[in-house]
């Protein structure tokens, strides 16, 4: 299992920016498919966006795209996620995954899950 430790989330006004960082070890990084997940209070963990191994294809859903971006250092172990024009409907606790089948791109299944960073976007 990769170990995965999220960083950089906090208070935003609407319309600002955050850059999280999530720094997996353990494993050889590389071989691991990446995805940011969120979760608001009182609602179930929905998908945010998804990098495959070398970086050269990502995935968002609809209501991030073109605001976020996903990206990895796989020589620095680790997986970004910033994002632009923030809204308070984004406010949630982000988790870092990282899945070694890719049943993780397809089907969001992956194996190991980072401790999360709440992100508040205040309107």
């Known amino acids: 299992q990769v170990l995965l430790v999220e960083s950089g989330g906090g208070l935003v006004q609407a319309g600002g920016s955050l850059r999280l960082s999530c720094a997996g070890s353990g494993v050889v990084f590389s071989r691991y498919i990446m995805g940011w997940f969120r979760q608001a209070r009182g609602k179930e963990r929905e998908f945010v966006a998804a990098?495959?191994?070398?970086?050269?294809?990502?995935n968002y859903d609809d209501s991030v795209r073109g605001r976020f971006t996903i990206s990895r250092d796989n020589a620095k172990n680790v997986v970004y996620l910033q994002m632009n024009s923030l809204k308070p409907d984004d406010t949630a606790v982000y988790y870092c995954?990282?899945?070694?089948?890719?049943?993780?791109?397809?089907?969001?299944?992956?194996?190991?899950w980072g401790q999360g960073t709440q992100v508040t976007v205040s309107s």
């Open positions: 990098i495959n191994w070398t970086g050269e294809h990502t």
């Open positions: 995954a990282a899945g070694a089948s890719p049943r993780a791109w397809s089907l969001n299944e992956y194996d190991s």
